[in-house]
């Protein structure tokens, strides 16, 4: 069965600190693919990142980056220079390979991000 | 572009009530997910539909039925709704593509459904 740990129930952080949300996943799959989501206050989720497991490069987009490793099971989210409005819900998730077109998620729990101005 | 869009957004029930919820995509997705959000638990999957004319339970699909009405429109139903039912409904949509890179689900914005 496939299993996706966020043991960072919530974060605290002051405006600027960088901050890294964790990861880790149960799989017997050899393909399968993670992603991150960002649930703000009002509520909808935000796609930030799909990768591979085929792809181990690690990721960089403005001030968010991702950790990928295979070796420990984990892709971590970190946040550089945090704002205010990075203030949100982070899932973690996993699929299994593709059947018959469909991708079905398996969710963390969330790690709910408040960033203090 | 709407994307995916819910409706509605929230409803209160009485216990043993049934309820449809709607969800359509413009995006023309072959697949089709409803998940539920509890507190704590992240998002778990009810049910979903990889194409249309098919459906198939997720992890929590007891409770619940869904009918893949065409390619746009994916229905999830409580035919006797349980307090156990309060949450918020999520349904999302996505294509796979054949080159191994697995697209993301797309999200509607959620109903909140309330079970009294």
């Known amino acids: 069965a496939q299993k996706v740990t966020q043991a960072q129930t919530e974060i605290s952080v002051v405006e600027k600190e960088d901050v890294t949300l964790d990861c880790v996943y149960e799989t017997r799959d050899t393909t399968y693919y993670l992603f991150w989501y960002k649930q703000p206050p009002s509520g909808e989720l935000v796609f930030l990142i799909r990768?591979?497991?085929?792809?181990?490069q690690n990721e960089i987009s403005g001030r968010y980056s991702w950790n990928f490793q295979k070796s420990t099971s984990s892709f971590n989210f970190t946040i550089t220079a945090s704002q205010v409005v990075d203030s949100a819900v982070y899932f973690c998730?996993?699929?299994?390979?593709?059947?018959?077109?469909?991708?079905?998620?398996?969710f963390g729990q969330g790690t709910r991000l408040t960033i203090n101005p | 572009n709407a994307g995916v869009t819910q409706t509605p957004k929230f409803q209160v029930l009485k216990t043993g009530q049934s309820m449809t919820l709607q969800c359509a995509q413009d995006m023309n997705h072959n697949s089709m997910y409803w998940y539920r959000q509890d507190p704590g638990m992240g998002l778990r999957l009810i049910y979903y539909?990889?194409?249309?004319?098919?459906?198939d339970k997720g992890e929590v699909p007891n409770g619940y039925n869904v009918s893949r009405l065409n390619k746009r429109e994916f229905s999830l139903r409580l035919e006797s709704a349980a307090p156990s039912q309060t949450s918020v409904y999520f349904c999302?949509?996505?294509?796979?593509?054949?080159?191994?890179?697995?697209?993301?689900?797309?999200f509607g914005d959620g109903t909140r459904l309330s079970i009294l």
């Open positions: 998730a996993l699929s299994g390979p593709i059947i018959q077109g469909a991708q079905k998620l398996v």
């Open positions: 999302a949509s996505s294509e796979a593509s054949r080159d191994r890179r697995n697209q993301p689900q797309h």
């Open positions: 990768r591979n497991s085929f792809d181990e």
């Open positions: 539909s990889a194409s249309e004319g098919t459906t």
